[in-house]
């Protein structure tokens, strides 16, 4: 079993992220998805419609026209009401309206898992149903169905979820729906946090894989009202959601096997959980190998469901400061800024949680002109975006793929047809790779081989130290490109990368390499694609409790670990000897996670440990009823 390498971790909070994800371009409402609207008077019903019904209300004020996907669910909708209503009636429920299926479908009145399934069942049969959504639902169990929930009300919520997020046609506006609410639930959260100084008990920074985890936990342990989630996207998808095509080297495999270590006894379990979020990794994609965007929808959804039942969540918004305070309530003041205004809110409180995630792409270079090169470069593509592509001399592996997810078939190909001499890769973890799977993609459509596509150029690739280390990272979804390196098209490059500057010729670069021997090598280079590491925002919005955050201030917590031999499940942060209660999850913490064993897999399981056995008794030991929950005022009307 080779070592697993996937990334696993995303969403991010921090001040260096200031940009939103780019939002899913809402689809024509499929005649599917218009009937399952009726479905539930929740997000796919009273939220979704609330959502719509906002977005009308704007575009009205604009004298713009209504948003598509906005249009009544209409008789589709009434005509699976009847059809619950008679399954209901036949299953001695008290129904003689669609208010009362509404209400029982509401979760006012919870129906049993087994009503769940029958309803399910009976709305599959329908042939005025069927589509899409059905072909695919069909193909769910019972016991799929209860995957990642533990109650009938979570039951129900994954089997909404899955009507729209399983099939392809229907996931885009189910997807933009839910940036819509996010968006609404937020506003009203940030209304309330300008009007008065609010406590709340814990702040989790960042909603992707982690942050998701972290709500979830929230719930299933009882304070799910006094946990705040901050994201600077839009739906807690910064970095997998808008690097969409990377492909992971983390495999799915048989399905999500649950949250406790008899999990990992499952040799079939997926290696990409998301813990208590009700649609998985697998049931958007059931390749080997997902994509970003799988995680991204996947983790996407889960924080969504969070906020349906209960969690507070704070999206397109950037964490500015944290700064320790005296005679108040809370022991920290956590600082926000909106995007999209640059209004600032503040809340105190007791606990921060840094699961920031992969943070944004850095290079270890201290030659001044080649770090300005670097950041004019990234510039230009941040600003051209797709339109940048054909003669961008520089880019980071992830600002490429970002670019790329738009761009036209005859841009990306530019990447290389139009380079004015031979392409350089630096680096040699999974970023340097998924750039050359994704133009290979590309080229494959346009029936073109990677050597007809190079010509008379070649990769040069700064990165791997020896064949050994070439062979043991080709495998799974980059075993595609070893013969690239048998065949001679990438030539290898050892040593360091010292510089990057603008070369001789228009268009060009000139590195400058370190060899084994100390010798320093030149060559130019028509395109450069730098995948060399990541940058974590803590750093700077940490910087009032810790000027210069180290590595060394992040110490472990321990704990129990039935399923790894070591025992630490987070870091905590430390200052001139003196603890402090800012603990950092998943790529935040710093934590080595061992071979066979993917990101996900590995922090999502300490994230959960670590709520379970040191924040979750802390607060389940207060009193917190007479706090004054914060979440939007209509989800406590």
């Known amino acids: 079993m080779r070592p697993v390498q996937g990334t696993g971790a995303g969403g991010s909070a921090g001040a260096d992220n200031n940009a939103p994800a780019g939002d899913a371009t809402q689809l024509q409402e499929s005649k599917e998805l218009g009937a399952l609207r009726g479905v539930s008077g929740s997000a796919v019903g009273r939220r979704f419609s609330a959502g719509a019904a906002r977005t009308r209300a704007a575009a009205q004020q604009r004298g713009g026209e209504v948003a598509a996907g906005s249009a009544s669910a209409g008789g589709a909708s009434d005509h699976l009401l009847a059809i619950l209503g008679e399954e209901l009636t036949k299953l001695g429920y008290d129904v003689s309206s669609h208010d009362d299926v509404k ?56 089997l909404e979820m899955l009507m729209l997020a399983a099939p392809e046609a229907t996931r885009s506006s ?35 894989p982690q942050g998701q985890t972290i709500a979830h936990c929230s719930h299933e342990f009882g304070f799910a009202d006094y946990n705040l989630v901050v994201d600077a996207s839009s739906c807690g998808d910064g970095n997998f959601g808008s690097v969409r095509m990377h492909l992971l080297n983390s495999e799915t495999r048989g399905g ?3 949250s406790d270590h008899t999990a990992f006894e499952n040799p079939m379990r997926s290696q990409n959980p998301l813990h208590g979020s009700p649609v998985q990794v697998e049931d958007l994609n059931s390749n080997p190998y997902p994509t970003a965007a799988d995680i991204g929808d996947a983790a996407a959804i889960g924080l969504y469901a969070a906020s349906r039942k209960g969690s507070p969540v704070l999206v397109d918004t950037v964490v500015t400061d944290i700064e320790e305070v005296e005679n108040k309530q809370g022991r920290y003041r956590v600082t926000m800024r909106d995007n999209a205004s640059g209004r600032t809110v503040h809340v105190l409180t007791d606990h921060v949680i840094d699961a920031t995630g992969l943070g944004r792409p850095s290079v270890p270079l201290k030659d001044p002109a080649s770090k300005a090169y670097i950041d004019d470069q990234t510039a230009r593509l941040t600003a051209l975006r797709e339109r940048a592509l054909p003669d961008q001399a520089v880019m980071h592996s992830e600002d490429m793929l970002r670019a790329t997810v738009d ?114 090598h030149k060559l130019q280079s028509g395109r450069v694609i730098l995948a060399m590491g990541m940058k974590s925002a803590s750093a700077s919005f940490m910087s009032k ?43 935040a913490s710093g934590l080595q996670r061992p071979g066979h064993t993917s990101y996900l897999e590995f922090f999502g399981w300490k994230t959960r440990q670590f709520i379970a056995q040191h924040l979750a008794p802390k607060l389940q030991e207060k009193d917190l009823s007479a706090l004054e929950k914060l979440v939007p005022r209509e989800a406590t009307a």
């Open 256 to 258: 999500y096997a649950g």
């Open 545 to 587: 409790l810790a000027s210069k955050l180290t590595p060394d201030m992040k110490v472990p917590v321990h704990g129990d670990d039935p399923a790894f031999d070591e025992s630490a499940l987070c870091t905590r942060l430390h200052v001139d000897g003196k603890a402090h209660d800012v603990f950092f999850v998943g790529m």
């Open 407 to 520: 761009a036209p078939d005859e841009h990306i190909l530019d990447i290389v047809r139009a380079a004015p001499g031979d392409i350089t890769v630096v680096g040699w973890g999974d970023s340097s790779k998924t750039p050359l799977l994704r133009i290979r993609e590309v080229a494959e459509k346009a029936g073109l081989s990677m050597r007809e596509l190079l010509g008379n150029r070649k990769i040069v690739w700064i990165g791997p130290k020896s064949r050994e280390d070439i062979d043991n990272g080709l495998w799974g979804p980059y075993a595609g490109l070893k013969p690239y390196f048998d065949e001679g098209l990438v030539q290898v490059q050892p040593g360091r990368l010292e510089t990057i500057t603008a070369g001789e010729g228009a268009g060009q670069s000139e590195l400058a390499v370190r060899d084994k021997d100390g010798s320093l």
């Open 174 to 208: 189910l997807m933009h729906a839910i940036r819509a609410d996010l968006q609404a639930r937020s506003e009203e959260i940030r209304t309330r946090l300008s009007e008065r100084e609010f406590f709340i008990p814990q702040v989790t920074i960042g909603g992707g």
């Open 103 to 158: 209400r029982l479908l509401t979760l006012e009145s919870p129906l049993s898992d087994g009503a769940v399934g029958t309803l399910r069942s009976r709305v599959l049969e329908d042939p005025d149903l069927r589509g899409e959504a059905g072909a695919k639902l069909r193909h769910y169990s019972a016991e799929a169905l209860a995957k990642g929930v533990s109650n009938p009300e979570d039951r129900l919520l994954r």
